[in-house]
């Protein structure tokens, strides 16, 4: 059974940083690409950035030489620290990995809001 549950956000002002977290279950993680999410009110789900088990890493275009992403692939966890955040960047954030997002499972989620 798979499961997935993000935490680490929050409210933060501008310029500030925030550092998600991403505790999934199930092996399905471990083999494949781990991804961040984000929905902003009024908006469609967009993809962040990914890593895959090799290491590869791929960003936005909008987060590019702010955020990070980083996974431990023995403990089938991943993070994602935000810095210089922006009021744009407020949205929830979701981790999961391409088989499930074609399966339309998703996890709870965890709000950031960035105050100008």
């Known amino acids: 059974q798979v499961h997935v549950v993000e935490s680490g956000g929050g409210l933060v002002q501008a310029g500030g940083s925030l550092r998600l977290s991403c505790v999934a279950s199930?092996?399905?993680?471990?083999?494949?690409?781990m991804d961040w999410y984000r929905q902003a009110p009024g908006k469609q789900r967009e993809l962040v950035a990914f890593?895959?088990?090799?290491?590869?890493?791929n960003y936005a275009d909008s987060v590019k030489g702010r955020f990070t992403i980083s996974r431990d692939l023995a403990k089938n966890t991943a993070s994602l620290q935000m810095n210089t955040l922006k009021p744009e960047d407020t949205a929830v954030y979701y981790c999961?990995?391409?088989?499930?997002?074609?399966?339309?499972?998703w996890g709870q989620g965890t709000q950031v809001t960035v105050s100008a």
């Open positions: 999961n990995t391409p088989p499930l997002v074609v399966s339309h499972y």
């Open positions: 199930g092996s399905i993680f471990r083999i494949n690409r």
């Open positions: 890593m895959t088990p090799a290491g590869f890493t």
